[in-house]
Every structure is written in C-alpha cells, then in structure tokens.
C-alpha cells in the first residue's frame, strides 16, 4: 500500500492483489469491491472500451474521467469489480501518479485519504495521518499541497451510448461535445440529480430520504422531524425519510439543543434515537442528503454513487451546514430555521412557508 496523488486529492493504492486489498478495505472500512483503478493507458483496458470508451479516453485520458466498463473476461480482480462485474479505470492526470504506473508495470487502485466522516487529504501529511489513525504506516509520494475540489467524472459506457453516473470536473457538454463525432449521446444516469417529484410523477415507488451528519444527534434528526412535519401537513404521498451519522453513536439520544429547538416548532425529537451510516443505510436509501461535505464523502465511499447530495444544493442552495453541537440555544434556532427553510424548499419548492414560522 502507498499513498500517492491525484489531480485533486490524495489516495491510497496498491496493486490487485488480495494482501494489499484486504488492507485497503481495512482503512477504509468497507467491503464488497468497486475501488476505482489507476491504468497507465487504455493498453491495460484494449477490447473493453468500444467506441464510447475509445473517444471518450481520446479526448480525456489522462485526466479526471472514471469509466465504468463491464469486464467478463474477468481481467481485473475480483475484490476491485462491482457487483455486477463491472470496473472502474481511469488514467490519471497528475504526473507523479502516471510516473508510479509506468515504474510499477501494473495497474494499481486509488480510494480516497481519509479517516471516515472527514474529507480527502489535500498534503501527504495529512493522508499519512489518516492511515494511521487506521493503524497503518504508508509510503507517501509527496507532491505538495493538492488543490481538492470535485472527485473525478463517473461515467458508464455501455452499448446506446455513455450514462453519466457522476459529474464532475468533466462535464456533461464536454462529454456531448467528445462523443458528437462518433454519433453518440451521452444521458443522465436514472435518478441522477435526484429531485423530490409528485408522487403522481413517481408512479407507485416510494422514495427514502435518509439525511446526515456527524453523530446524528444533531443537524439530521431535525431535518427528519421537519420533513416530517411537511409530509403530514401538506399531505404527501410517497415519500418516507429517516436520518443517520457518519460517527454516530448508535441510540444515543438528541442533543437538549434540537429537542428545544424541534419543540418550539411543534415537532418531537425526544424519542430519536441515532443510527450509524452504513452501507446497508445508504442503500436501502433513494436519496441520501448531507449536511457538510464530509458527510458527502463518507456517503459516496459507503456506495452512494448517483443518489447522494449535499442537502443545501438539492433545495437550491450552496454550502455545507455548520454544526450547532455545543452552542447556546439560539445557535439550534439559527440551524433549525436554516433547515426549515431547506427541507421546504425541497420538498414542496421554495416558496413555501411553514406555519410556525
């Protein structure tokens, strides 16, 4: 195991072999396959790629494009392959990183530095740190402080043309405009920039908000009673929702903080227990709403790909929500009114008010 760079962040990567994936799955707390991998070039990947592949790796390779490509020959290890065979390969922009490919000879994967619940290293430093706190010492590649930003376009090539899973440093008229010679059109993976609709637009599928933050003693249960305020009051229909923390405590209670601040609203938060965020949570979960970006990782590492956002950008807003644990009740009615005025805002527009307001 190593940690190395990338255009943005760091990560930590090994080679395909079951020793150093057992350990990656280790730090970073998670099973069940799908870490992306870092190829040297589409020689690694030669008969998977097709002609949505070989235009898009023309235009954007290397660079900040992850394609997913199905693999049945079952070239790549099984532990880096999604449940439905499937890998994800990318050739990396930052030169450090390309120089270890061609050095090493063989394809090796990329996952995020980071302890869970906090975001990407930017310094070698940093990422060592957060392999430690996992009990683990790596080799880093140190090329300085890294800029951070979005993770690397997600997109699925597949047979009528790619499916964006995740935007991201390429965007979707980059992709049109790449594939335009080939006669392809790239689309919006189902449910991707998932949105709260009618249940009458939903059909019968119900959708399952689960919304997030730290210990979800705070920030997260109130977004949940205020949701579920609106969903009572206003009478919609397929729509559930629950909450859940990246460092949570399971059944530990609210904070004395959100419980004042949901009973002023009328809402009662005195039986809220919290929950772990898992990957059985994100799963079972439509849309996965997050407080901070942190969260967001920590959601996207547990599988969120495609239905995870942060909760101020889904109502039409920007930011992450500052955390009111510790602070004077006032401080929960600042968050609690700034919740409110999200959660309306997604659920039924942004020009709804609520009552108590």
């Known amino acids: ?5 990338t255009e943005s962040v760091y990560g930590f990567g090994g080679f395909l072999d079951d020793v150093p994936l057992g350990e990656l799955e280790e730090i970073k707390g998670r099973t069940g396959g799908g870490f992306v991998v870092l190829i040297r070039s589409t020689d690694a990947v030669a008969g998977m790629l097709g002609a949505t592949g070989r235009a898009l790796a023309d235009v954007f390779w290397p660079g900040p494009l992850t ?27 930052h030169p450090l990183a390309r120089q270890l490919l061609e050095q090493c000879g063989r394809p090796i994967t990329s996952s995020s530095a980071n302890p869970p619940g906090e975001p990407p290293a930017l310094t070698a430093a940093d990422a060592a740190r957060a392999a430690r706190a996992r009990g683990r010492t790596l ?9 951070g930003g979005a993770a690397s376009t997600l997109v699925r ?27 392809l059109k790239p689309r919006r993976q189902p449910g ?55 460092a949570a405590w399971p059944g530990a ?38 407080m901070g970006s942190a969260h967001l990782w920590s959601a996207l590492e547990l599988g969120g790909e495609g239905h995870t956002r942060l909760l101020s950008e889904m109502a039409g807003s920007k930011g992450d929500i500052e955390d009111p644990f510790g602070g ?9 009114e700034q919740l409110s005025g999200l959660v309306a805002a997604l659920l039924t527009g942004p020009d709804r008010k609520r009552g108590s307001e």
């Open 253 to 290: 209670p609210a904070s004395g903080g959100a419980i004042r601040a949901a009973a002023r609203a009328g809402l009662d938060l005195a039986s809220h227990e919290s929950v772990l965020l898992t990957e059985e949570v994100v799963r079972s979960s439509g849309l996965v709403l997050c």
């Open 1 to 5: 195991m190593i940690i190395h760079p």
């Open 157 to 183: 090539s597949g047979p009528d043309g790619p499916i964006l899973i995740r935007e991201g440093p390429v965007g979707m008229l980059q992709l049109e405009e790449a594939l335009r010679g080939a006669g």
């Open 67 to 93: 394609m997913v490509l199905d693999d049945p020959e079952g070239r790549f290890h099984p532990r880096v392959r999604a449940a439905d065979g499937s890998v994800a390969v990318r050739v990396p922009g």
């Open 328 to 336: 004077a009740d006032e401080v929960y009615a600042s968050t609690f």
């Open 139 to 147: 080799f880093a590649l140190d090329a300085g402080p890294l800029p």
């Open 192 to 246: 991707d920039g998932p949105r709260v609709e009618p249940a009458a637009h939903r059909g019968t599928e119900a959708l399952h908000i689960t919304f997030v933050c730290t210990g979800n003693t705070c920030r997260s249960p109130m977004a949940e009673a205020i949701a579920r305020g609106i969903i009572a009051e206003d009478g919609i229909r397929g729509v559930t929702v629950g909450s859940a923390g990246t």
